[in-house]
C-alpha cells in the first residue's frame, strides 16, 4: 500500500510470475529473456546495457479482465472496450465474506445502487492463492439470480476475489453470460479486498488494448481516501 495525492494506493492483481498456477487446467505463465544484459553490451557503448524480457502465457493468468468477447464472437474485444468502465470509477465493495453459502444471491445488493459503479464481491477466497485448494470446485460465486440483477442495472465492471465468477461445475456460466452479454466486463482473481472500504474509494482496471482477444491480465488498483 502506497501514498497518492489522493489518497491510499491499495493494490487488488496477484503477482505474475514464472509458472504459477491461476486456473486449474491452464498452464503457467514462462517467463525469460530475450536479451539478456550480457548479451546487450555488445551492442551498446561501454556501460551500457539493457535487458529485455520474454512471456508466454495464456490470456487469463493473474488477475484478469474479461471483455464481452471472452464470451460472444461479435462482442467488444480488449481494445473496444471503452476506457471509462473501466478507469477512476466509483466503487462498491460486497462482503460476503462470512457467509455460510456459496453462491452469491441477489438479495446481498438490496439497498445498493450499482449503476456505473465498480461492484467488487469480497469473498475471501484469495487466503488460497497459490495453493491446491484455491481451484477447489466448492469455491464462492455469483448465482445467476445475482448475475441477472446486475446485468439489468449495468453496473461499469463486476469483480471478484474468487477462482471463477461461476460456479465452475455449472457449463452454462450464467454470470458470465449475462454480465457479458450486457456489456459489463468482469475481474477474476482479485486480491486484498479486505483493505477496502464499503464505498468512497476508485478503481482502476484497464488492460492492455489487444485487438482481438478478449482476456488479458490488468493491475488493478484502488484509491482510497
Not at 83 to 91: E, I, K, W
Request: hydrophobic share 40%.
Amino acid at each position: 500500500m502506497t501514498s497518492h495525492p489522493r489518497g491510499r494506493v491499495v493494490d487488488l492483481s496477484h503477482v505474475v510470475r514464472h509458472g504459477m498456477l491461476t486456473h486449474p487446467g491452464l498452464p503457467g505463465p514462462e517467463i525469460g529473456d530475450f536479451l539478456t544484459r550480457e548479451d546487450s553490451r555488445d551492442r551498446y557503448a561501454p556501460g551500457t546495457e539493457f535487458h529485455i524480457g520474454r512471456i508466454t502465457m495464456v490470456a487469463n493468468t493473474g488477475t484478469y479482465l474479461d471483455t464481452p468477447f471472452h464470451r460472444l464472437a461479435d462482442g467488444e474485444d480488449l481494445a473496444q472496450v471503452d476506457l471509462s468502465r473501466l478507469v477512476d470509477l466509483p466503487g462498491l465493495l460486497i462482503d460476503v465474506s462470512g457467509s455460510p453459502r456459496r453462491g452469491i444471491g441477489a438479495d446481498v445488493f438490496e439497498g445498493h445502487d450499482v449503476t456505473g459503479r465498480a461492484v467488487l464481491l469480497r469473498t475471501g477466497w484469495d487466503r488460497h492463492w497459490g495453493g491446491p485448494s484455491y481451484g477447489d470446485p466448492d469455491h464462492p460465486f455469483l448465482a445467476a439470480d445475482a448475475a441477472a440483477l446486475l446485468a439489468d442495472r449495468r453496473p461499469a465492471v463486476v469483480g471478484i476475489d474468487s477462482v471463477n465468477i461461476d460456479d465452475m461445475a455449472d457449463g452454462l456460466r450464467p454470470a458470465h453470460t449475462a454480465l457479458l452479454t450486457a456489456g459489463v466486463p468482469i475481474i477474476e482473481h482479485l486480491r486484498g479486498l479486505d483493505r477496502l472500504p464499503p464505498t468512497g474509494f476508485r478503481l482502476h482496471a484497464a488492460p492492455v488494448a489487444v485487438s482481438g482477444m478478449g482476456t488479458f491480465p490488468i493491475r488493478a488498483y484502488a484509491l482510497v481516501p
